[in-house]
DNA sequence: AATGAATGAGGATTCATTCAT
DNA sequence: GATGAATGAATCCTCATTCAT
């Protein structure tokens, strides 16, 4: 077994791990040894490969939002219209990698972890500029000068969406949260014209 | 000094700096020593009257959300329409008691918190369906029967707009917060009657 | 009501529950409130009375060997020969008063306390010093030089009943216990001439 | 020093030294800090190779009483006939690994344990059956359907000899606690052929 | 006489992190 | 590269004890 080139494989590990323990947890309560017995690794070599607990969390949220950026940009690429993008970046931030317990949950712990680390406000806040501005590119030549009050209110309802899911009580599948930001925007941006 | 009917006071001034301290961390990660710190006692004192921490976590959770509950009366007292009433309803939510950076961070980790301890997730889904059940009753003489879904829109768009509070980036005063939930209805509800 | 002689009342109440609760816990393990609480009272009236938790151990240590006591003397009172002495001794030992669970495990945990304290090892000593002196003087007629040696036969005896006792796994009832101490002493005593 | 398989060294120094801290102490009031530090290391690595204080004292019991099933096993060994059984069982009980004061005191507080720790009664239970359980054996040859009686017998009076040298007050040696046990049965078993 | 109030001192347990191998 | 070994620094919680009323 070839020791060299095993560190993109450890690291890989750790940050699935990472989002699987904070998703069973529930919250950032989690050791960094139940991460590193998940990846199947000892806690030492997680250390190792991260320095320290915060990096591990960082590059856990990293990662799940570069997933959510490789999905949003599938989305996009198979969008001809801006309706159809419209509904692609919609589509995309309820897809099936992002719309799960875990991840979901991974997210919200997110936004609390951005409260402590600036690192991590930083990876949130880019997030959200980039889906503001995709969604004000798109809903323009819809809908003219209010594009970023409607963009605005578009990303508050997704992240509403998630936030309610967060508790499990009246849980929705992706379908019916996507189409229920899509018919809560159709009504801001005026009847369809193609779509 | 009154050394007899301490406890309320006590209470009181646990529960306020427990919501002070999860402010000013930005998680849960504060310790009972912290809070009774704040509060002016002994972290044995704060133990004797709530039992263990949960408790006092969830003290201060029922303390928010009773603040809450009293915002929304006072504010439906003086609705007299439902589209008052309605108004109210959102206005309470982003009201000057509620929309504070140190409450805002009190929520979110109040979420994180339900999705570990089921006692907080039963506050939490309790307030949900009040808030829940009363923007249906109002809205329904203005949209019919659409108002169960434009109800949970609602719902969901303020969550949100409080989740993108909570990172501080681009944050809104309440009032803005108010008109932009209330903007955004207005185009589900449709100009029906008139306020 | 009057305030006044609530002493003697408020220190057995304490006394009782102290060794109540020692059984219960089989352990010394017993805090002062909770003492204080079976007796009815604050745990600082509990200090108040007795200045700290080993005097209340004390005394109510010194409430057993006192009771104990008291039994010897009511069944020596009816014997009438020192085969019937020695009868007498060994079942006020198995007697109802102390060979409750309870007591059984009050008085194993006085063992452990004497280990600790002095006072309590004294009160111990003098206790299994009466009982020797006890025994010695009745066995000398029947027995002669050999009393003492036997007398520390019988006195090891009886604590091995309890003992073991003490572990409710083959539990006798008191009969049986004095039956067997009896019937053991026999032996070595020899046939019976009266009794 | 080599850095690998320290387990089972550090595990046999905490079970040594929880011996000899409850043998200082006489009673189970010792905390863990006390033990690892005797046990040269820190209390954080005793409760990672134990798990929790219960354990701990678990194990110093499993250790105490096979250290006397080894003793029993030895002596037995050398025993020819049901006589000299007997006597290496007595003599074993009262071996000068038993019938040190750290031992003694170590098993009178084992026998508290054992009032609270469902698996250190059982522990005990064992103990006392395997004991009986030889005895037995060993007399009926001797003394026929009488065996469990003075089986039970010889097992207190070991039982009660321990007790009283809990005391240290008129402590005996080994030789004595034996001889005098072994005098004691040898009354009820008669001299009916020799050793 | 009686108690609620209050705390300092501790004790079990956890955990991120370091280190020697 | 990998890990078991090891620990200091917390943190929650308990409790005997004191004090003001």
């Known amino acids: 077994m070839p020791k060299v080139g095993m560190e993109p494989i450890r690291r890989d590990a750790l940050v699935n791990a990472t989002i699987a323990e904070i998703g069973r947890a529930g919250s ?18 997680a250390h ?3 320095g320290n607990k915060d990096q591990i969390f960082l590059a856990a949220m990293r990662h799940v939002l570069t997933v959510y950026g490789h999905d949003v940009r599938a989305a996009l690429k198979k969008a001809e219209s801006p309706r159809e993008r419209l509904e692609a970046l919609v589509e995309a931030s309820f897809c ?8 979901i ?9 951005a409260q402590t680390s ?3 406000r930083r990876l949130l806040a880019v997030y959200q500029k980039r889906l503001l501005s995709n969604l004000v590119h798109d809903l323009r030549p819809l809908v003219g000068d209010t594009a970023p009050m409607i963009a ?5 309802l997704i992240d509403g969406v998630y936030l309610r899911q967060a508790l499990r009580d009246r849980a929705m ?3 019916s949260a996507t189409r229920m930001v899509l018919d809560a925007a ?6 369809k014209t193609d779509a």
Do not use: C
């Not at 949950?105 to 972890?113: C, E, K, P, S």
């Not at 605005?152 to 508050?156: E, G, H, Q, S, T």
């Open 118 to 120: 600036e690192p991590a």
């Open 152 to 156: 605005l209110r578009i990303a508050a």
């Open 96 to 103: 099936v990698h992002q719309f799960d317990d875990e991840i």
């Open 28 to 45: 950032l309560d989690v050791t960094v040894a139940q991460i590193a017995k998940r990846a199947g690794m000892s806690s030492a070599l």
């Open 186 to 191: 159709e009504t801001w941006i005026g009847r």
């Open 105 to 113: 949950a991974a997210w919200l712990n997110f936004y609390v972890l």
């Open 48 to 50: 190792h490969y991260f």
């Open 173 to 175: 599948d992706n379908h």
